[in-house]
């Protein structure tokens, strides 16, 4: 009998997993400059795609998206700088990123006089 190649059984619990067929990449891009700036991408035949660019000052800006099981496109673009941070937009929606809250203690007991630490903090 013919395996079907869609199932393979997993070695390490017997249990049979379902695979799928590659999705052919249409066009692709990866540029990297000696300045440290970058973009890469790509789109593929099932309509879901990434572009993401890095200029030599640390900003990121990109966007990626797929067609859902209902034929809509999802996107969501982004950003991120120093200012900032990540900012996601996901279907025309801007999310609030997190806030970090810089928390510093001292101990007085031991010669470490300063610790450190953040935390991220729901800003919603």
Do not use: C, M, W
């Not at 540029?31 to 890095?54: C, I, P, V, W």
């Not at 034929?71 to 997190?98: C, I, R, W």
């Amino acid at each position: 009998s013919r395996i079907d190649p869609r199932f393979v059984q997993n070695i390490f619990s017997n249990e049979i997993l379902q695979t799928t067929t590659p999705v052919p990449i249409l066009k692709y891009i990866n540029q990297h400059n000696n300045d440290g700036s970058y973009t890469y991408g790509y789109q593929s035949a099932d309509g879901s795609y990434k572009l993401e660019t890095r200029l030599a000052t640390g900003e990121v800006s990109g966007k990626y998206g797929y067609i859902d099981s209902e034929g809509n496109l999802k996107e969501t673009v982004y950003g991120a700088d120093e200012e900032h941070g990540f900012v996601p937009v996901l279907d025309g929606v801007q999310l609030s990123a997190p806030s970090v809250e810089k928390t510093v203690n001292f101990d007085v007991t031991s010669s470490n006089s300063i610790v450190s630490s953040s935390r991220s903090v729901d800003s919603s």
